[in-house]
Nanobody
């Protein structure tokens, strides 16, 4: 049974860059055919897909966030990291790490981590 656990700073200042880490247990992030997605939900809004890291190590991004998002991995720690730069209040919300197929987030989700943008 795979488990995903997000962690991050919680509070970020406008224009800064934040990093979120997804620690995966119960399965290797290099094992196919799984893709590790980042999805977020702004307050009062629906889910927004951010991007994924494939099991082979290839990232892919939502066109709307491609210029500011970066997804990487550390296979020694079995972790996926999301960095988002030049944040604004529009980037506030709960961020989830999921395991799915391509850009389909799939059934396996972390519990989410809240990101607040405030000076």
């Amino acid at each position: 049974q795979v488990q995903l656990q997000e962690s991050g700073p919680g509070l970020v200042k406008p224009s800064q860059t934040f990093s979120l880490t997804c620690t995966v247990s119960g399965g290797s992030i290099t094992t196919g055919p799984y893709y590790y997605n980042w999805v977020r939900q702004p307050p009062g809004k629906g889910l927004e897909w951010i991007g994924y890291m494939s099991y082979s190590g290839s990232p892919y991004y939502s066109p709307s966030l491609k210029s500011r998002a970066s997804i990487s991995r550390d296979t020694s720690k079995n972790q996926i990291t999301l960095q988002l730069s030049e944040v604004t209040s529009e980037d506030m919300g709960v961020y989830y790490c999921t395991r799915g197929s391509g850009a389909d987030p799939g059934p396996d989700w972390g519990q989410g981590t809240q990101v607040t943008v405030s000076s």
